[in-house]
Structures are given as structure tokens and as C-alpha cells.
């Protein structure tokens, strides 16, 4: 049997900017209210062109679960590990909170959380897997984001990466995402 | 006043059993729905009692299917519940943010007594009995003294619990019973039906070419059209989205028209009189199925292109496009019919032009058109009886003697088909929310002295907030109930916390459109607060109003025992799992699917065609589709739409719009603390060559003023609005510091919008306030 | 002779000693206070660090002290291990201080890192030894060792000639782990590629470079103050060396800071360059001209230069100013680095950024927490010398 490669697969195109997911991501996981605590993001690019001839896009973005982890790397308690299938995650009770991993972290993914005592951030739902989608992917109302095992050639994530042209987050940081943004 | 002359229409509880016309329920389940976790409660791993409870959702008017994840009694999340299609299986922000509300700290948890003066904010807890029956004797009170059951008025948004309310308005007999259409959708529904007999949906998931004339559905959330025009359409479906404002539609669309406001209806009768006179309308569908062509031929002669670019600012070239594009792909065409149309004074004939521009091409009644809802009929409380009352005088929105012309703007417009003196059509259970709070604050033609208010907050919904504050000051009893301190429970006399929807059962509501389905709600939590349903708090009053003989003195006796029999016993006295039971009751095994599954439905098809079978009657005049409304006609009003240019602000002024965001319900949802966090503090979106002008930087705090108030608010300098526009969020500057997150925060918009109505429909116009800014 | 320079000395110190003494309790109180603090409320509710710059000031104090202490460890082992006996004439004065301000530099980073405890268990536990920081941790925490070993060997009642020999191994290996610590202090910022203006080799070589001018410039400012601006002439040729090398090190400092600032800012270079410019131009122009280039570098080597390392107040100043420049130096560094944000602060992005940077300023305990470690230093050090024969006989 494969080993499962997670990955999700993101259509920005289909976002409205709704903020359903984040709100979604917060409740699922029990993150604080809070300007600074949040795992996942729904940013309003610039806007382009003068009026009336305007356009504006939207990007949902969240901890990339990168294949080359940084913030693993510099983690020095084996806090921030990668499970098998490629979903990065923290064991809260390891986190010293040195916060390394958040000065290696290219995307600004992670915070601290203080009722945890530890640094948090997306964890794909990893608890939720594989029965069910992560609360963001679920909850979505036009379903930018598509979870799957990239290695399940049959997976519809599979099927939109090979149908698709896409394009990953920082490529110059050589991280090598698990998030695939379709274009 | 004699029982003959009172309204038919009044006694709506009384049905005669007709011949049951009920599909077959398949029983089962068909197609393509996926599966839910539906379990009931079980130990997880963790040793806690972990269980799944399907419901639905109240933070909005869409009321989508959801599963609650509920460990050791609270509620851990909530989620779309996949089998309830209409939402395509998804829940908003607000959806995800009601798991917070049971616990929201603010919320209101018993019943509360007034003892400082009106506004003050001071109360006291006093028990259930004594509410119940503090009410009863008010209304008592009230009857004695105004000889009137009508000098009570009863207000009420939409809801699952509504009925209950209705119940309790029914058996005190008001007929001064005031809902939300007329602060939203009225003029859209007039328009509509006055051309179809009905107000359709649209089929956004077939439809090749889609024109939204100010629907912000990536922002305004219908399911399932919010969905669909991102989602589930076809592949090549082209978007043409018009609004003064750069909304999230806007960003999604293939082309965005910043059109002048108020002349909306002045593009579609351009984009008519392209496909009139080019020879693109549907010459078969217009000869078996409208009345009137020939005269609309007629009459949108002169409203050509070049015309209407003057008044909308968009170019002839891109009307002619719009207009042919719409053509090539019809039947598969849309013209989308909205929702919210509180926008200007003429919007009836707006919307009536939006529905014979379908009706001339065709795209009725089949995939990627405009689609008649359909519905999943459910059993009624046949023989359900309430009594007959003398002490009842007519609406006082219909009935008022003074003119209503000082509510629509002195231009052109108001010589051109608007009725002056009072309101053509007013529904009987909703009035029109303007002309009632004008006719109340005259006591024209009577004096309204109490209120009952469920669910609804008129001081931020309503404009003029000014007006209503005033009028909330005249009454002798208000008592309100909600599950917040909203600004309305705030100058209220007798508070009732309602138990939230997570909290109670709710009664069925089939949910119509093209894909009907139906939803009831069952508790996911008991009751955290000493709160109760609407059902009870109707129950409990209706029971202490039985103990008062001086509410029955002008009825019959064997109305009273009547309504005993068929209301208070069976429904009322009754655990509402009863009355869903029986709504159900013409489908084996829906009552059984709808506690496993949430919900219940004969499949997940979608439902096109029904007026094409043979012999189908229109709910029109002449039975067909009226391009040209004969009772319009007939009742002084133009029967077809005519165009009058709006007003226009001055060069110093700006026109106030409004609009939403998605993550916001109107002003309901400000205080949940997941909400609030994205927008804390609502922001004017001011051009920014205006702005430049002003002296005004993005951020800078500045004075929003009409004739009727003031807010201070920041400043958003945006290229995203027109220049002779500005607009903000609802549900900020709040009076009541029950809310503690928007408590005075951000501007209040019912605070300096004018009122003026469309007095075809009732319908409020808010879009019609002009505004001076100034920096602060 | 040197019994009455040790008696003078002893004499002359007693109020100076105390009164420093008195100063660093002062301190600790305040310290102690802020750590009381932060126990109560959290390290969220009292730092003003925050997502987008999650290491501040601590972070800075910990490196400046740290750093001072492989420098002077480094001068040590040039003394001690390789003979330069102009040094070794200073070894007692500059093993304890060394190790002193390693503690201090310790309480730093045990109130920066919210789980300090817990770090020590997993270090051993489940180390990653891909980490710079377990390496920079292990290090330390050896140089530590090592300089308690030479502490003992130095004030150990009964010497014997072997005791020579080890303390010639132990000053060459305080020397060598401490070069080690500090590069790899370095390298904890060098090591991320997602800040380009920490990645490479720069600052390992910097801090190295850096902390060896610390040493000797410490050692210039302490013993001015100990001899009260009146150092004994056997001290002389000590003091011009140190100062010779202070001046040395402030030169390779210079070239080091030209290349690296070029480097961030010829034709632009993404995050670097905005870095970069937040040190020239933007909010912390004020700390890197007048705190660093001006106090570090630009007037201590002034002085060294036009005294021509010969006047031994002069030189005191000169350590006294560079000691202040210095700590612009770690926290310009530290901060510039992370105010390029790695998402841009667009609406929705949760990032705040201002002219398109990150925001950071220190709070009042985090400001309270480096008086701590100052508390630390002046105690435990002045009470050596109150105490101790810090004074090192010929040998």
C-alpha cells in the first residue's frame, strides 16, 4: 500500500472572501479570539486598475505543510514533527516556546497560543483525517480547497493537480508545499 | 363594528380540509446525497459522551441543514449537514459562529422588568408566572382602555418560532401585525408576481449567461445561488454584474458595470428595446404565454441605448452587448430577480421590467432560467379556530386618513405612476414598516399604545432611527423577545429571553425554490439560561390571557371554547415535537428521516416545468403572463414600468447605499465575539478623489450627516465606489450596552438614513438619503 | 609590592565595590519584580513580542551577554593557552567575569523561553541535532562547565604545577567552545532561509568578532573602574594590548559591516534590502547610526586611535561607550531581521505592518528583565572582587 501523501488543493478563483473557513478553523480547533491567533488566512490582494476597470482576487492560505520543513529543522525538542503522510504538527507538551520555528516559518503560519502554553498553527485537521475533511475544506461554501492524497491517483486532489496548471507559495524558499494553488 | 365587516383574511388559522393533494413520499432516500455521521450519543475515546445532532442553522434567513458536535453536553462545533442539498453542503462564517452564541456572555437570560425610566438600562429579573402574566394584564389593560385590540401592535421578523407569535398576535386579535418585507423584499415580490403571478428563483447552475443587477450574492449569502455562481455553474457562464460599488460579486464577475444609481430600471428597458426592436424576443413563448407585447412595443420605442446611457452611465455599445449576449443565450439566460430591494422609490417597476425582459425571451420555467419556486406541501392545523373579536379596527397602515406623499422624494418620479396618498398593495400580515411608524407617531387614524416585538430590532433595522425612538417612547408597553439585548429590547419595558436555536424545537418550514426541502429543528443542548421557546412564552401568555374575562367580553363564548379545543390544547398546551409530527404527518417515515437526517425531501431533483402542463393558470388578472398588468391598470398605476430619473445628489452631497458582507447577519450578529473579530468597526467607503477633495485619508475619522442625524465613523478612501456614493456596514453604533462589543463603536445607519417608501409595495427605500462628510 | 597594591586595591574598592553592589540588588529587585510578573500574567500578557517579531529584546540581552562572555573566554585562552602574557596578566579578573556574565546572559534566555524547564528534559530526551539551537544550548552550557572548571582551578587553596598545565587545556578549550557557542549563535539567525537578511555566514563571523572586542573592552571599562580611572603601571601593557585589540576588532567590524550592508542594498535585494533600510532610514535609523555606528564603532576607535591606545582612561571610556553601542548592535541585528514581513499586511492577512514593515518595541518588563541580568552581573561580579583576590600574581 503507498504512503499517503495529504496535500490540498486550492481554487482562489472560486474564493468570496466569506471568511466561513476561518471562522470554521477556529471553532474546530479551539483557537482564542484574537487578532494575532489564528491558523488560517483569507487575504484581499491589492487591487488592480482605476476605477471602473477594477480587479481584485482573494487567497486562503494557512501553514503549507511543507515537504522541506524548516521550521522542523531548527524545532530543538522534536516539538514540530511530520507524520507520515506529510501533515506537519506540534506536540504542545515538547514546545518550549523558543519560537525558532516561527523565525524559520517563510509564510508567518504560526503563533503562540498562551492557554496551550505552546506554539500553534494548521494542523490540516489532522484529527478529522481521513473520515472526514478538514473543517475548512468542509465548511467552504464554493469549495476552494480540496483535500486529498496526491500519491491516490484517483483522488479528485490528484485529478485537478494533473488537469491543472498550479503554482505554490514562495517557490525561492524551496519548501516544497503541500498547498497547491490551481490557476 | 360588526363581524361582517371584518376581514376574511384575518382568521388565517381557519382551514377547511380540502382533498389532500400530497406527492408519494419515496420513503427513502434517492441519488446522489452523501452520507452524515448521524450517530447517536456515544463514549469517545476520551471517555467523554460525544454525539452528532443534526439541526438548523438561525443566524440568517437561509436556515441551512447543519450537524452539531456536541462532547458532555456543549457544543463543540458545528456542521454542514451534507444531506441538506439546498446549502450544497456548506456553513458560513455566521453558520460556524452560532456554536459561540448559547454561550455568547451578553446574552439575555431571564426575563427582565424595566425599573429605570425608558432607555436607562435598568432592570429586574422577575420569573416566568410573573412575565406571563404581566403581559396578559397588560394587554388587557390596553384593550380596556383603547376599546381596540388594534392599539397593540405586534412586530416580527421571519422565523421558524414566527408562527407562534402570529399565534399569539391571532388570539389577541390585532390586525396591526408588522413583519420584515417591507424593510426588504416587497417591491421584488410585487414586481415579480405582477408579471408572473409569482416570484421566481433563478437556475444558476444551468444558466450560460447570468446578469445580477445588485444581488451581492458572494456577499449577501442565498443559498443555494451563492453557491452555485461559483461553484456549480457551467464552465462558460458569462457574469455580468452591475452596482455602483466594487463588491466581492464584482471581483468574481466577468463584467462589472458601475451604473449611476436608481436607474437600474432605465438599462432594462434599454437591454428591452434592444431585443424588441433587433427581433431577439421569443415570438412562440410571448404569443401562447403573455398579454400585452404589442403595447410593450410600444412603449420602450424611446428608451433606446443611447438614451439610457445618459441616464446610467453606462455605454450604449455595452447595453447593446449585454442586451444581445442575454438573447444568444436564451432560455438559458438570466436576469436575476434579487432579494433585498429597499432601494429606491420606484423599485416595482424596476423589478417589473427585470421580469418581462424573461417573459419576452423565454428563459421561463426550464434549465438555466428563471424557475417558479416549488414546495414540499406539509399538513396544516386544519379547524385551528380563534375567536371572532368586535374591539378591532382595521390596519393602521391601510387604513390611516392622512396622504403618505412627504415619504417619497419631490421629483420626477413622483408623477410617474407612484401612488401619492397611500400605498397601493400592503400585505395583510405585513404592512408596510414606514407607513405604519408614520401613521402610529400621528396616531392616524388611532392611537397604537403596546408592542410586541419577536425577533426583530426595529430601532437598527428601520431608517430614522430618530422616529423610531420617538414612537418606542409613546407607547404605554413594550415587551420584547429576543436572545439579545438588541437596541429595541433595550427601550423596552418587559424583556423575554428566548432559548436559541440550538436550544428548542422548531416546527417545519418548507423551504421552497427549485430544489425544495424541508427543515425543523430539535435541541442539540438543553437550555443553558432560564429561557424559553416563543411556543411557550405564546402558551404561557395565551394561558394567563384565559384567566382575564375582560379579554373575552367581545367574542363569543363558543369561540372562546372553540379556540380552547382546536388551538390551546392541541398546539399550544402541546410539546412542539407534536406539531412537527403532524406536519409531516402526510409522509410515512418524513417525521422518522427528519430527527435521524435533519431534514426531509421527496428527492434532490430539480423541479422545472410545472407551468408548462397543459392548462396552467397564471396568478395574474388574465390568467397569462402580463407584460402589461390590467389591475395596475386598473388601480391608477402604470401598467407598464415608466422611467423617471431619481434625484441626484448635490455636488457637496453623496448618495448613502447599502449592502452587506458575508459575515454579518443585518444587526444581529455584531456581538459574537468570531464575528466581530474580522470586522470590528465598520468603515465609509468614500471614492478617493472625493476624498482627496475632502482633505480625508484612509483611516481618518469623519461626520456622516443627513436631515435626520449624525454618526461619526472612519473613513475607507477606496477606488471600489463611485464618486457620487458612499456606504457602510449595518449593525455598528450601537445604543444598547447590552452589546458590549459594538456599544457606540463604528456609525449606526438607521440613524441618518431618511424614510422614504416605494408606495406601490411599502417597500422602504434607503437608497434615496443624500449625505454631507465632513472630517472630524 | 604587590601585597600593597593588593592592600590599596582592597582598601580602595570597599566602597566602590559595595555601592555597585547596592546598585545590582536594586536591580535584581526590579528584575525580580518583572519575573514575578511574568510568572503571574504569562509571557504574552507582559512581552511585547508578537507574531511577526517573536524574538525582542531578550533575545538581544541574552546574545549580548553571552557573547561578551566567549569574548572575554577567547582573551582568556589567548592569555592561558597560547601564552600572549600581557593577557594572562588579567586571567582571575577575566575567568570570573566570563563566567558571571554567562549567568547573566542565562537569565536572559530562561525568561525569554516560555518552557526553559522543559527544554533541559528534552535536550536530553529527544534533542533534534539538525537544531542550531540544541548545538548553541550544548555549547554554552559546556563553556559554562569550563569556566567553572578554570574558577576552581584558579581559586583552588593549594596549586600545584600540574594545575598550570590543565589550566592551560581548560583556557584553550574555553577559548575554542566559546568560539563555537558564538558562531553557532550566529548561525541560529544564519541558518533560516526565510529571513534573508540573517542567512549566511555573516553574523557567526560578526558575533565572534564582535564578542572579542567586547571582551577586551569590558576588561578596559572594569578595570578603570575598579582602580577608580586609576589603573597601576603593571597594568599598563595589558591595557594598551586590549585596547590595541579593541581597536582591532571595532576595524573588522567596520569592514564587516560595509560588505554587509552593501550586499543588503545594491540593486534591491528583496527582504535584505528592506532590512536594511529599516536600519538606515527607517525606524531603527536612530539606533544603528547613533547607537551603533557611533557609539560602537566610530567614537571608541576615535579614541583608541588619537590616544594611540596609550591613555588608560581613555581607554576606559572607550569600553564604557563601545559596551553601550554594543547593545544596539545585538538588538538592531536581531530586530532588523524580522521586520521584513513574510506575508504582506493586506487586509484579511492578520499581518500589521506600517510602511510595510513589522512593528516591535520593547516592553516596560521586558526592559525590567534586562536589569536582571545587569543585577546579576553587578552582584555576583563586585562581590568577587569584594571578596576575592581578583588581582593575578606574576607567574
Redesign the interface.
Known sequence: MAKKRYAIVLDA??C?????C???C???NDVP????T?RI???????H????N?????QP?QCQHCENT?C????????TYKTEEGVVLVDYD???????C???????A???D?HL??VEKCTMCYHRLPD?DP?CV??????VRVFGDINDPESKASKLLAKNSYYRLKPS??TRPRLFYVD | MGKGQLSLSRRKFLQVSGAAASSVAAGGLLNTVKATASEHSITNSSGNKEKFVPSACAMCVNKCGLVAHVVDGRIEKLNPNHKFFKSRSMLCARGNAGAAEPYNPDRLKKPLLRVGKRGEGKWKEISWEEAYKLAAERLAELKQKYKNRSSVAFVSTEGFQEEFFNMLSTSYGSTNTVRHPTLCLASVIQGWSSVFGTYPDADLTEADFVLMLGANRAESFVTPDTIDFQKSMPKKQTLVYVDPRFTATAAKSDKWYAIKPGTDLAFVLALINVIVTENWYDENFVNENTHGFEDLIKHVKLYTPEWAEKECEIPADEIRWVARQYAKYAPRSVIYPGRRTSWYVNDVYFRRACAILTAITGCWDEPGGVIPKSSIPLAKHDGALYPFYDMVKPRIDVSRESSINHLIPNDERAKKGLPQDSCAYLSEKDGSWIVFRDSVLKSDPYPVKGMFIFKQNPVEAVPNREKTLKMLQQMEFICTIDIQMSDTAWYSDLILPESTYLERWDPCHSLSGIWPIVVARQPVIEPIFDTKSMKEITAGIVNEMLKIPSLWDDCWESDVKSFKETVVKPILNQPTEKFIEHQLSKYPGAYEMMLKEGVFYIDDTAKYGKTKKKDFRYKTKTGKIEIYNVRYEDDGLSPLPVYASPSQPKPNEFRMILGRHAWNTHSGTQNNEYLHEIEPENAVWINDKRAFELGIMDGDYVYVKSSVGEQKIKAKVTRKIRPDCIFYTHGFGRLSKGLSLVYKTGASQSAILEDYVDSISGNAAMHETFVEIRKA | MTTHTERVSNLASKTLTTSLIVIGIILLAIGGYASLQVFLQGHEAVYAVNREVPWGLLIATYAYFVITSTGLAFIGGLGHAFGFEKYSKMSKRIVVMAFVILLAGFTQIGMEIGHPIRLMIYLILSPNLNAPIVWMGVFYGIELVILAVELYIIFKPNKKESDHNTAKIVGFFALLVGVLATSNLGYVFGSLNARPFYHGVYFSIFLVISGITAGAALLLAIHNIIYKFNVPENLYSSMKALGKLMGAGIGVMIFLYLWKILSSLYTQPGDSYLAAKALLTGPLSINFWVGELVLAVILPLAIIVFSKASNMKALGIAGIVFMIGLFFTRYDFIVAGQLPPMREGLAGSGVHTVNGLAQYAPSATEWMIFALGWGVFLVLYFLAERFLILDTKEH
Not at chain 1, 16 to 20: I, P, R
Not at chain 1, 138 to 143: A, L
Request: charged share 20%; glycine share 2%; aromatic share 8%.
Open positions: 478563483s472560486k468570496l472572501n466569506c471568511k466561513a476561518t471562522v470554521a477556529k471553532l474546530e479570539v484574537g487578532q494575532e489564528y488566512w483569507v487575504t484581499e490582494n491589492r487591487l486598475g482605476n476605477f471602473p477594477l480587479t481584485q482576487t482573494f492560505s524548516p522542523a529543522s531548527v524545532c530543538p525538542t522534536n516539538a515538547k514546545c518550549v516556546l523558543c519560537k525558532a516561527m523565525t524559520a516559518c517563510p509564510y508567518d504560526r503563533f503562540v498562551e502554553a505552546a472526514r473543517a468542509e465548511t467552504c461554501p464554493t469549495k524558499v524551496n
